[in-house]
């Protein structure tokens, strides 16, 4: 095995053996016994997120706009009620979307569909895989339901995705279960300030790590409050052991090029494309976008004639004045 | 490209592109980089544009979602017809993984029925339909230890990752033999999908086929990139891309 592939090794629910699977971890669907396959293992899980590399998953609110982003070329679709933006909006407390509702979705696309819950929701979480989800994001846009605990996330046959950030963060979460990690960023904002600092900040801590000693690991994971194998994994690979992509306040084609260049594997788009004054458009450019982040001349192609973006909220005007919620300061 | 008529005694580079537009293209990178073909020195390249593809070889095509390869290779100048027309030559090799063999088939079909193939196939391996995502959703992917006997090593397994995967619905005979050189037991096959397919009446018997090669064309349903074992590629390599140049 060469030294830029990640064998994370957990505590709990270890990366999977080539040896079949006992009756234990066996999936039961219709129509196939599987008796002898392996579902749900770590590799399984990760797996999944290897495929939407390079890729933009977009937040849909209705059958429509998931058709408008599957034909965008979306990896993926992000089923909610309410975009970022309009939570934002509303205050009060958002919770998990309508099953209903994401069923309808789930129905009408080929592409894999995500969902949220909120933090510390097990119980939403458990109806999410019920309803039969391809990823959930265990998402601090919405209300916190634990302001202690996170989700127990190896208990789950199917994948998560949580935000982070700094590496502390991302490596605690993937410590928990999750098979994918984001940049908080600020959510419903349409400012991407956030979003580099995360990105920054977990790149910085990487670059620290991968220039220690073990003895110096074991001060920097007491530092990071991270455990101690995966930060030692993270160092030897030189990023983070899981796909880790850019989210929380992308609006245009060059905001996704950027979080692109500073390495995230693939971006998360909430707001940006629904609210913006043409979404078909703006969906196509961005996807082009993450797939051409280095090259410029191609960029100034797609970013023409995109109509108007959201509206922005300042994080520094508005969120840090305290106005605005920071969803980012939602666990730890 | 002239891969050189050389005496024998300087390696030839090869340069083997793997398609970027979107997908788990570095690990293949990283995998060519690996290997340690004798007579060859491979060079991996990331392809995003019709330049880049012409100054390539051979071709991986990745695992990822087939309809976003699809919509940005549409929509980047000039590279669907180079695409088309490079996949099209029996005499390039192609290896495609997952979305990859969804995209060298004929034509597909959604799995259960959900949609007509939206002509986004671009063909390569003459014969080839094939179901997306026959496999489920992700709850229902799943890792297996495949016998795969044409490998170097065939009594070690390959632990093959089916995420989302895509299933064989026909093959159709043509001129040109289709191989199948693995196949999961039937109790990891999903149930016969309804009557109503896009694609017409499947071929059951094709049904748990995983691995298909057609001359220097190769697909699998799962994603060797992902296991840490290099035996396909370095099949694919030795019988598909440097024998018989």
């Known amino acids: 095995m060469s ?58 609110m209705n059958v429509e706009q998931a058709k ?53 929701h097990t119980v939403e979480a458990q109806i999410l895989q019920a309803v039969g989800v391809d990823y959930i994001d265990e998402s601090e846009v919405l209300t916190m339901a634990d302001d202690q605990h996170h989700i127990g996330k190896h ?78 994994e993270t160092a030897r690979l030189k990023r983070l052991p899981v796909v880790a992509f850019a989210a929380g306040g992308v609006a245009t084609p060059a905001d996704a090029a950027l979080m692109m260049q500073l390495g995230c594997d693939g971006v998360f788009v909430g707001s940006g494309i629904f609210l913006s004054g043409d979404p078909a458009k703006r969906a196509r450019a961005i996807v082009q976008a993450v797939t051409h982040y280095n090259n410029p001349q191609m960029l100034a192609e797609i970013s023409e004639n995109l109509g108007p973006a959201m509206v922005g909220i300042s994080v520094k005007d508005e969120v840090k004045t305290g106005h605005q919620t920071a969803y980012a300061d939602r666990g730890n | 490209m002239t891969v050189g008529a050389t005496t024998g005694v300087l390696p030839s580079r090869l340069v083997i592109g793997v398609l970027a537009l979107q997908g788990a293209f570095i690990e293949h990178i990283h995998y060519l980089e690996r290997l340690d073909v004798k007579g060859h020195y491979i060079t991996a390249l990331a392809v995003r544009n ?74 390569g391996m003459t014969g080839l339909r094939v179901w997306r995502n026959l496999y489920g959703g992700q709850l229902e992917s799943f890792e297996f230890p495949l016998h795969i006997p044409s490998l170097s090593e065939p009594h070690r397994p390959f632990n093959a990752i089916f995420i989302r995967a895509p299933a064989v619905h026909s ?15 039937p109790d990891c096959v999903p149930a016969p999908p309804p009557a109503d397919s896009p694609l017409g009446e499947p ?20 994603h060797p990139e992902l296991s840490g074992d290099t035996r396909i590629h370095e099949y694919w390599v030795k019988h598909c891309v440097v024998a018989a140049q």
């Open chain 1, 3 to 60: 030294a830029s592939e990640p064998t994370i090794v957990h505590s709990t629910g270890a990366a999977a053996p080539a040896a079949p699977a006992n009756g234990a971890t066996t999936p039961s669907f219709p129509g196939r016994s599987g008796a002898s396959t392996a579902g749900g293992t770590f590799g399984v899980k990760t797996g999944l997120a290897q495929m939407l590399k390079g890729g933009v998953i977009m937040d849909v």
């Open chain 1, 68 to 120: 408008i982003a599957e034909e965008a070329g979306a990896v993926a679709v992000m089923a909610l009620e309410r975009i970022p933006a309009n939570i934002r909006r509303d205050g009060g407390v958002a919770r998990m979307s309508d099953p209903a509702m994401i069923k309808e979705i789930i129905n009408a696309v080929s592409i894999p569909v995500m969902a949220k819950c909120r933090i510390g």
């Open chain 2, 171 to 185: 093959l159709k005979q043509s001129n040109a033999e289709i191989e199948r050189l693995a196949s999961l037991p």
């Open chain 1, 155 to 232: 208990a789950f046959k199917v994948p998560f995705v949580c935000g982070c950030k700094n590496l502390g963060e991302a490596l605690r979460r993937i410590s928990e279960g999750a098979a994918m990690i984001r940049t908080k960023g600020e959510a419903g904002t349409g400012d991407v300030v956030e979003a580099v600092k995360h990105q920054r900040a977990v790149r910085n801590d990487i670059r620290r790590a991968a220039a220690m000693s073990d003895e110096e690991l074991y001060v920097l994971a007491k530092e990071l409050q991270a455990p101690y194998h995966l930060l030692k």
């Open chain 2, 50 to 123: 019709p330049e880049e593809l012409e100054s390539c070889h051979a071709l991986i095509i990745p695992g990822g979602e087939s309809t976003a390869i699809t919509r940005v290779a549409d929509r980047t100048p000039g590279m669907l017809p180079a695409l088309q027309a490079f996949v099209a030559d029996p005499s390039r090799p192609v290896y495609g993984t997952c979305a990859g063999m969804i995209l060298m088939a004929d034509a597909d079909g959604v799995g259960g029925g959900k949609r007509k193939n939206d002509g986004s196939a671009w063909g």
């Open chain 2, 203 to 222: 071929d059951i018997e094709t049904t748990p086929v995983v691995m298909l090669r057609q001359g220097r064309k190769l697909v699998t349903s799962f």
